[in-house]
């Protein structure tokens, strides 16, 4: 079973959906002793970093999720979810992450041209390494952004890059787990393919 963790910030009933689509049973969950029932675990979420950290502190889930990764389950970030594995975020402040990922989240307007619009919002071209969570897509596969911040400092854990007035960070892995910037549960046939490969990842 694919557990989702429901913390109240995330894109959680599309992601049913495209878990339903690929032929794989995934169950929302709210109590934090169940993610030890799960196979594997997604992280959504949808807005600010901070309130996403304290609200993923605050229901239990951080802690069970973390006990869960470091047994080796299975884990994928999505878009906020994603930024959320990282050690520290710029976001409006200064917030720790989970640790999980090495790096820092910056804001995009860094590191793009003035004239590009904030948020990126629309659909880029990956470019990627050799990774189980690519094996049924190829390169200049196209996946849907909405971003305003995205992954700095991590060169050693980036599988995925995409380009917009600049290379950006749209995947990072270390060991079991994950995280995409972008939304593979509004990606299309990519993004399901993503998914799939993700329900049969390997843990470590």
Sequence with gaps: MIGIVDYGVGNIFSL???FEKIGFDAKLLREP????????????????????????????????????????KPMLGICL????LFEKSFEF?????????????RPITDVIPKDF?????????????DDELFK?????????????????DCEESVIATTEYGAKLTAAVRNGNVAGVQ?????????????????CEMKGD
């Design 81 to 84: 979810g994603m930024q959320l």
């Design 33 to 72: 002793e169940k993610l030890a029932e799960c196979e594997r675990i997604i992280l959504p979420g949808v807005g600010a970093f901070g309130d996403a950290r304290e609200k993923l502190r605050s229901s239990g889930m951080e802690e069970s999720l973390l006990n869960e990764v470091k047994k080796g």
């Design 93 to 105: 402040g200064e917030y720790d992450g989970l640790g999980l990922v090495k790096g820092s989240i």
């Design 136 to 152: 049924y897509i190829k390169k200049g596969d196209f996946v849907y952004f909405v971003h305003s911040f995205y992954g700095a």
């Design 117 to 129: 619009a904030v948020p990126h919002i629309g659909w880029n071209a990956l470019d990627f390494s």
């Design 182 to 198: 972008f939304h593979p549960e509004k990606s299309g046939e990519v993004g399901l393919a993503i998914l799939r490969a993700f």
């Design 16 to 18: 049913c959906s495209s």
